[in-house]
């Protein structure tokens, strides 16, 4: 029997080889004339092996939505007396932008920035991410801060909003052409400063 830690990276590189696999095709075709079978073929696994990853075609282009929400949580709930939530997460923000340059080429226009510029139904999907981001940011915010509960819901929209403008600005960015190494040099220096601001706003 194999090991817990070969086996889980197993899964993990067969997540991975999935995911990149449908941004390639959302690439080369647009999201919604890819199948979950063409994705499936493609990949070279079976169908339901993609269902099990991905119960749905949505989460293949929102892929990393629990894993970076779990890591938000993290990070505000431990973070010191005295820190803000977006202090807690400024340097994990910040290594989100630097990551956007290791976006392989033929992947970059299957991305959930770019397909959200150029479709309305992944357009809804980000939104939709984003909402559900600031709801859990809230909760997380407000079990750990001494603040009512409409003040941490406005706090979690305003974290959650510095994704939205991740997603968004990167999304027309690869769509006027920029390289993956472009689009995280422009966007780091915004980025920066927009946690900076929100972290004097929040710092009480």
């Not at 970059?108 to 992944?122: D, E, H, M, N």
């Not at 990167?170 to 972290?199: C, F, K, M, W, Y």
């Amino acid at each position: 029997m194999a090991e817990p830690g070969l086996r889980d990276l197993k899964k993990a590189r067969t997540r991975r080889l999935i995911a990149d696999t449908a941004a390639r095709l959302f690439a080369e075709q647009g999201y919604e004339q890819v199948t979950v079978r063409e994705i499936a073929r493609a990949a070279e696994v079976a169908e339901q092996t993609v269902y099990n990853y991905f119960p749905t075609k949505e989460q293949l282009v929102t892929d990393r939505e629990q894993q970076i929400q779990q890591q938000l949580d993290d990070l505000i709930r431990s973070r010191p007396v005295g820190t803000s939530p977006a202090a807690a997460i400024r340097d994990f923000v910040l290594q989100s932008v630097s990551a956007i340059r290791d976006t392989q080429p033929e992947i970059a226009r299957g991305t959930l920035g770019y397909l959200a510029v150029i479709s309305p139904a992944v357009n809804r999907l980000a939104l939709e991410l984003t909402d559900r981001q600031a709801t859990a940011l809230a909760a997380a915010i407000g079990e750990t801060s001494p603040i009512t509960p409409e003040i941490a819901r406005l706090q979690g929209i305003a974290l959650a909003g510095v994704f939205q403008i991740i997603i968004s600005e990167s999304g027309h960015r690869a769509r006027e052409g920029q390289t993956p190494a472009e689009i995280a040099d422009a966007l780091r220096p915004q980025i920066e400063n927009i946690v900076a601001e929100l972290d004097r706003w929040l710092t009480r």
